[in-house]
């Protein structure tokens, strides 16, 4: 944080104790260039598989409420103990149905209690569950995603949370359309209700650790989704791994909406849930103008005491806190950790909430942030310590190795650990090995640095997409991920993101999503995002803030030269925006090519900012 920006009270006031372990890291410099961190951080591999911990907290935490879900103004849950009962009677009516190992389930729904459920009983079975984002079983979707994700899982049954809506998808794929499908709601003929299985004999099955416990698809940035092998133990050690950077007993209490069809939301958040005895209160928001009301809905009535978002997310919900005194209060009465993934987060926004944490609290609350991939559990390092700086990838986590190879210019992160995936599963269920270097670590593709070159404990900061970053006419290389947030941070709020475009041009320019709260304080005659995009304040605070950036940037590939207000918001059917939350930068490129062009022609149009 800069400390001639933040006011001395936030500064001067002290931080809520997060509780966190002592930090245990070995550094070895290379004679390559090469630089090694390990964490030597004891850990427990006590939970081997991923129902160990439910069997566990269904007899020592039999009344502790599980996971819950909105039910009109009240909220419908699952204890722990009842999990314990109903999983083992789901398991066996799965296994009825032919399903277990090699033989996987699709799930094709929202978060849900019934989801949850479903997901254990299977994994009990040493049945892989494949979650698919809920978009990708609409009738209006691209068949071909949901043709591909077929192919490459081959199910044996499909559970759907809205059997109506799920139908005409189902039956237009010719791997699909005759398996038996499982409903929760609005059950089709020929179709199973859940309400059924949960009847049957209890079994005594015990998945083993080496076994498949979810096939969870990448989000396709780079080419077509895989489908990830995440084992029983994979998932657990990492689990295992996040409790060991915590000197914490109590259980957490969460209110996510992070979807359980990336490794984010079912490990991170919903496994973390289960491994440490905690709650998850489902939230059914989303990050985007018009659905995050859900969100603040559900934060007026259950106070976190840890809370993940991805940046849009903070964004909003820094608006929100600045407006709402009584919700602000609420949510910082017990939580202890803030967290940020899926993109980086604009200091200006963690700014903010740490201004409104010690302005009501007299307390900062940490700002924590995780970095992997599907392929490391997700989680190979984390901020465990208390912090307030944005933009860290932390360091890594206990028994996880990480190597910043050079590879060109810059380092790409490489990991070893006990949360690495075995690799993807291919179309004929063979195993296709991950990418790993000569001594077997797993290459993201990612290049990172030390935030202090002289101190590795201050840990590691994202420094782009390897394969992102692209040329200038210039030959100059453009690093997008790192200029992408500075341009948000220095747009100081009035935008949630920006998808970085120039690939062979002269200069960089940007699409950028309007913050519609933000821009509506700037254009009070103005309400929708067309009108907003219009509006001569709003584009004068773009063009303001690209102009500071600038200024700072000095020059070259760090300076952005033309902008285009995007007139509506991320796209999220057509995968553009991802269930995450995110832009997936090259789909929107691909989208809006359009725009992309007007963005650079030679003679641009009057709403093209120019700088």
Not at 60 to 78: F, I
Not at 225 to 241: D, E, L, R, T, W
Not at 278 to 303: C, K, M, S, Y
Request: hydrophobic residues 45%; charged residues 20%.
């Amino acid at each position: 944080m800069d400390g001639d920006r933040v006011p001395s009270a936030v500064r001067d006031a002290p931080f809520r104790e997060p509780r966190y372990a002592p930090r245990r890291l070995e550094v070895t410099h290379r004679r390559d260039g090469a630089l090694v961190l390990r964490n030597t951080t004891p850990w427990s591999d006590r939970f081997a598989t991923t129902n160990a911990p439910l069997d566990h907290w269904s007899q020592a935490a039999p009344d502790r409420l599980w996971v819950a879900e909105r039910a009109g103004d009240g909220w419908r849950g699952v204890t722990f103990g009842e999990a314990g009962h109903r999983v083992p009677r789901l398991a066996t009516a799965l296994a009825d149905l032919g399903l277990g190992p090699d033989r996987p389930l699709l799930i094709l729904a929202r978060n849900t209690v019934d989801h949850a459920l479903i997901a254990y009983a299977a994994m009990r079975l040493g049945c892989p569950i494949a979650p698919l984002s809920p978009q990708y079983g609409q009738a209006s979707a691209d068949p071909a995603r949901l043709a591909h994700a077929a192919a490459l899982i081959r199910p044996a049954a499909i559970y759907v949370e809205d059997g109506a809506a799920a139908a005409v998808a189902i039956a237009r794929d010719e791997v699909l359309k005759d398996l038996p499908v499982i409903a929760s709601r609005a059950v089709q003929p020929g179709q199973i209700d859940f309400a059924t299985l949960d009847a049957a004999r209890p079994t005594d099955n015990r998945a083993r650790p080496e076994q498949a416990a979810k096939l969870l698809l990448t989000s396709g940035s780079t080419g077509k989704p895989k489908a990830v092998i995440c084992s029983h133990a994979n998932v657990s050690f990492n689990a295992a791994q996040i409790q060991a950077c915590y000197d914490d007993p109590d259980p957490p209490v969460v209110v996510n909406s992070a979807p359980w069809s990336h490794s984010l939301g079912a490990n991170a958040i919903l496994h973390m849930i289960v491994h440490r005895g905690g709650t998850l209160h489902i939230d059914h928001g989303q990050p985007v103008a018009g659905r995050f009301d859900e969100t603040l809905r559900n934060l007026r009535e259950i106070a976190p005491t840890y809370h993940n978002m991805v940046p849009a997310g903070w964004a909003l919900l820094a608006d929100a806190l600045e407006a709402d005194e009584a919700l602000a209060r609420t949510f910082f009465s017990r939580v202890r950790v803030l967290q940020y993934g899926g993109a980086g987060l604009p200091q200006s926004v963690c700014d903010r909430v740490c201004a409104l944490a010690a302005r009501l609290t007299g307390e900062q609350i940490t700002f924590a942030a995780g970095y992997g991939s599907t392929e490391t559990g997700p989680t190979a390092c984390n901020v465990h310590w208390i912090n307030t700086r944005a933009g860290l990838c932390g360091l890594p986590t206990p028994g996880t190795t990480v190597k910043l190879a050079p590879e060109g210019e810059k380092l790409e992160v490489r990991v070893k650990g006990p949360q690495i995936s075995p690799g993807y599963r291919g179309a004929d269920g063979a195993l296709i090995p991950l990418s790993l270097d000569e001594e077997g670590y797993y290459r993201l593709g990612d290049a990172a640095k030390l935030a202090d070159p002289d101190d590795p404990m201050q840990g590691i900061v994202f420094d782009g997409r390897l394969v992102e970053n692209f040329k200038l006419a210039s030959g100059t290389f453009v690093a997008a991920g790192a200029l992408r947030l500075a341009a948000l941070s220095a747009m100081g709020g009035v935008a949630t993101d920006a998808v970085v475009c120039g690939e062979g041009q002269a200069g960089v320019g940007l699409l950028v999503f309007l913050n519609p709260a933000q821009a509506r304080t700037l254009a009070g005659d103005a309400d929708d995002l067309e009108a907003l995009a219009h509006h001569p304040a709003v584009k004068a605070a773009v063009a303001e803030g690209l102009a500071r950036l600038n200024r700072e940037a000095g020059g070259g590939a760090a300076r952005v030269t033309r902008a285009l207000i995007q007139r509506d918001a991320p796209h999220a059917h057509s995968g553009e925006l991802t269930d995450k939350g995110y832009i997936n930068q090259s789909m929107a490129r691909d989208r809006r090519a359009a725009d992309v062009a007007r963005l650079f022609a030679a003679d641009p149009d009057p709403e093209v900012i120019q700088l």
